[in-house]
């Protein structure tokens, strides 16, 4: 059963009446008519439009709802264009946004929906926040989260869509239990387009897909696409607690994430950056470097890490991809049950492992002859890994993969029941349970059998978000 309100206020700017916010009479706009009390819903009518001249400010308030009603599934939009963001929620809690389309101008808009603690010292905290189901495009920054003296706690975005941002789409800093669900993120960081000199200057144009900064105890990003091919410079996610490790655990499964576009040089970035980070774990994500505007598909960059203890990847696909580096400082890496495939000569490393202790196990590379597999130290142990150097157009029997875009594997694989058990792979890349015949298969899939009856299955938390998984990868709405 979802919240119950004390009271509904209704919003529609096409009405004319005596204005009484209710249903019948509501008010006709946010500016002039709204004051927002605690435990009380605000609902602007679907398919309607209002252009906002100030910022909508819940400010020490529990239990609000911004929100749609009306027939349909059109999101009503409020539109802000001038030096001012739309919706501030300042030491407020339990508060809900919900289908709503914010919109405004790339660089004079601030945020979309911004989430504050208090200005001094004590109590007045921001938790158990969520924004939900909206849009929120061309504005300086999408969803902005800043403790100050006090703080930021459970913070929900949900099967949010964010693009056409000059610089964050979402930037939460010292939120304890931060969770991004089932969410679309692209077009971010347009400032790389729009500032003179950002190409090789990541001081110009800062921006990322998701960061987390500073104190984040606990955090996950799941089921979203996270698209950096428009712009270049930055990360699509980045996880940096700024010079200190923080006790606590961190998330990234079921993702799709594509890198910053013409990561060469100077003009770098890469699909994730992680540092002073506390036990991560990657799983069951797709990183791949297709796609990009004008078809330059080479120089990008899967990882940058360093400072981090403890860091698992498991059952993830890198495709035509490079730089996967894990740099000084990581106390222990796991490395197992990932495909890397390249079908492009990058003329470099694809994987680099500085300096820390790693299980390096069940893994695919197969790669063109121009590339190095790896570099790496000699702490690094290496068990029942397969390595394919040469042309792809070998791939589908040595390893039998299904084809060049489809790594499921096929009969009679060499990679199929030759990997190690391990018990932190319960499920593969596609949702299915492993290992299926006793024994791990090598790689990101776990091989079933054609018309030899229903493979063992697992489960994966899929929602209606529009983001959608097959066993062959993932379907994007982009």
């Not at 990360?235 to 799709?256: K, S, V």
């Not at 035509?320 to 890496?333: D, R």
């Not at 492009?344 to 694809?350: A, I, M, S, T």
């Not at 680099?352 to 121009?370: E, F, G, M």
Request: glycine share 12%.
């Amino acid at each position: 059963m979802g919240q119950v309100y004390d009271s509904i206020v209704y919003i529609n700017p096409d009405f004319s009446g005596v204005e009484q916010g209710t249903k019948s009479n509501p008010y006709n706009d946010w500016d002039n008519d709204i004051t927002f009390n605690s435990n009380t819903a605000y609902l602007q009518k679907r398919g309607t439009t209002i252009t906002n001249t100030s910022e909508m400010l819940v400010q020490g308030k529990d239990n609000v709802k911004i929100g749609a009603y009306g027939a349909g599934t059109t999101k009503p939009i409020i539109n802000n264009i001038i030096g001012e963001g739309i919706v501030k929620l300042h030491y407020s809690s339990g508060c809900l946004v919900d289908s709503i389309e914010f919109t405004g101008d790339i660089e004079e808009s601030i945020f979309g929906v911004y989430i504050s603690g208090f200005w001094q010292a004590g109590s007045n905290s921001s938790y158990n926040n969520t924004i939900t189901n909206c849009i929120m495009h061309d504005m300086y920054n999408g969803i902005r989260s800043m403790p100050y003296s006090t703080s930021n706690d459970t913070l929900t975005v949900n099967n949010c869509e964010i693009y056409d941002i000059h610089n964050d789409g979402i930037f939460v800093q010292q939120a304890d239990c931060t969770n991004v669900r089932n969410s679309n993120i692209y077009r971010i960081n347009m400032g790389w387009h729009l500032v003179p000199g950002a190409h090789g200057n990541d001081l110009l144009s800062t921006g990322d897909c998701i960061q987390f900064a500073l104190g984040m105890p606990r955090w996950s990003v799941k089921n979203t696409i996270m698209d950096r091919r428009y712009t270049g410079n930055k990360f699509c996610f980045i996880y940096n607690t700024g010079g200190a490790l923080t006790t606590g655990r961190g998330l990234l499964e079921d993702n799709t994430f594509y890198p910053p576009k013409d990561t060469t040089g100077g003009d770098g970035g890469a699909a994730i950056f992680l540092k002073w980070a506390n036990n991560v774990t990657f799983r069951n994500n797709i990183t791949i470097g297709e796609g990009y505007p004008g078809g330059d598909d080479s120089h990008v960059s899967t990882l940058s890490s360093s400072n981090v203890d403890t860091i698992a990847y498991y059952g993830n696909l890198f495709k035509n991809t490079h730089n996967f580096n894990v740099g000084a400082g990581v106390t222990l890496l796991d490395l197992v049950n990932n495909t890397f495939a390249n079908t492009v000569d990058f003329g470099g490393e694809k994987i680099i492992i500085s300096d820390a202790p790693a299980i390096y196990k069940n893994n695919v590379i197969a790669i063109r002859t121009a590339d190095i597999p790896y570099q790496w130290n000699s702490g690094v142990v290496s068990t029942t890994n397969h390595l394919i150097e040469g042309s792809s157009a070998t791939w589908t029997t040595n390893p039998s993969f299904v084809s060049t875009s489809d790594f499921n594997l096929l009969v009679g694989s060499t990679l199929v029941n030759n990997g190690t058990n391990d018990a932190n792979i319960t499920i593969d890349l596609g949702g299915t349970a492993r290992p299926q015949d006793g024994t791990m298969d090598i790689g990101a899939y776990e091989y079933t059998p054609v018309g030899g009856g229903s493979p063992v299955t697992g489960t994966r938390n899929v929602s209606s978000g529009g983001v959608r998984l097959t066993n062959k990868g993932k379907t994007l709405k982009l």
